[in-house]
Nanobody, 122 residues
Framework: QVQLVESGGGLVQAGDSLRLSCAAS????????MGWFRQAPGREREFVAS????????YYADSVKGRFTISRDNAKNTVYLQMNSLKPEDTAVYYC???????????????WGQGTQVTVSS
């Protein structure tokens, strides 16, 4: 069992940066692929980024490539999402998730956090 708690969301202006954190409980964090997903009002939840257990491989959605960076610290059981050059269309609830397969597909993730709100004003 893995419990995930996101933090770092907030209200920012377009062009600003934010760093989201996701702290995981349990001793097996380093076994899991970690992903970030987001859900905007009235839209389905979508993939943002993922990172392999070792951190050696990452995937990004085209909409965030070059602006967002996912990283992890296995010693701290934490995964991060550095978000730069934020746009109003990045406004959403951001969720972290843990899964056994490095994939952009939500059904590959077994554990989910409660989410943190990111709002980007124009």
């Amino acid at each position: 069992q893995v419990q995930l708690v996101e933090s770092g969301g907030g209200l920012v202006q377009a062009g600003d940066s934010l760093r989201l954190s996701c702290a995981a409980s349990g001793r097996t964090f380093s076994y899991y692929t970690m992903g970030w997903f987001r859900q905007a009002p009235g839209r389905e939840r979508e993939f943002v980024a993922s990172i392999s257990p070792s951190g050696g491989s990452t995937y990004y959605a085209d909409s965030v490539k070059g602006r967002f960076t996912i990283s992890r610290d296995n010693a701290k059981n934490t995964v991060y999402l550095q978000m730069n050059s934020l746009k109003p269309e990045d406004t959403a609830v951001y969720y972290c998730a843990a899964g056994g397969r490095h994939s952009p597909f939500q059904n590959q993730y077994d554990y989910w956090g409660q989410g943190t709100q990111v709002t980007v004003s124009s």
